[in-house]
């Protein structure tokens, strides 16, 4: 049976949505990385990783390759970079949102409600 397009983009999202896999994408834009460097820059145990990038590879979103008996990532592809890119601008945004909401709610104060003789 087929998937529908919205379970597979949801499915997408779930796969994204775990800090060490975000980390671990962000690590790679520089450029392929080994698991040691990738261990050292996120603080993780190496089995957390190691599941972590498992899920990244399953997903097609890193490739692996052993360099003699160092495995060393790369991202997929440019698009990985690009969405990571986008989902940025997005959050900032939001964000920037929040802060003006933030900004206007410390800086006003609310009328007092009025009394039944004043409505």
């Given at each position: 049976?087929r998937v529908?397009?919205?379970q597979?983009?949801?499915?997408?999202f779930?796969?994204?949505?775990?800090?060490?896999?975000?980390?671990?994408?962000?690590?790679?834009?520089?450029?392929?990385?080994?698991?040691r460097?990738?261990?050292?820059?996120?603080?993780?145990?190496?089995?957390?990783?190691?599941q972590?990038?498992?899920?990244?590879?399953?997903?097609?979103?890193?490739?692996?390759?052993?360099?003699?008996?160092?495995?060393v990532?790369s991202l997929?592809?440019g698009?990985?970079?690009?969405?990571?890119a986008?989902?940025?601008?997005?959050?900032?945004?939001?964000?920037t949102?929040?802060?003006?909401?933030?900004?206007?709610l410390?800086?006003?104060t609310?009328?007092?409600?009025?009394t039944e003789?004043e409505?």
């Amino acid at each position: 049976m087929r998937v529908p397009l919205y379970q597979a983009k949801a499915d997408f999202f779930r796969m994204l949505g775990h800090p060490v896999r975000i980390r671990v994408l962000e690590l790679l834009q520089d450029g392929p990385k080994p698991v040691r460097e990738l261990l050292a820059a996120i603080g993780v145990e190496p089995s957390s990783l190691s599941q972590q990038l498992a899920v990244l590879r399953r997903s097609g979103m890193v490739t692996a390759a052993r360099e003699g008996s160092t495995v060393v990532y790369s991202l997929a592809g440019g698009e990985v970079a690009e969405l990571l890119a986008t989902a940025r601008r997005i959050l900032a945004q939001v964000l920037t949102g929040q802060e003006e909401l933030l900004t206007e709610l410390r800086g006003t104060t609310e009328a007092p409600v009025p009394t039944e003789e004043e409505q």
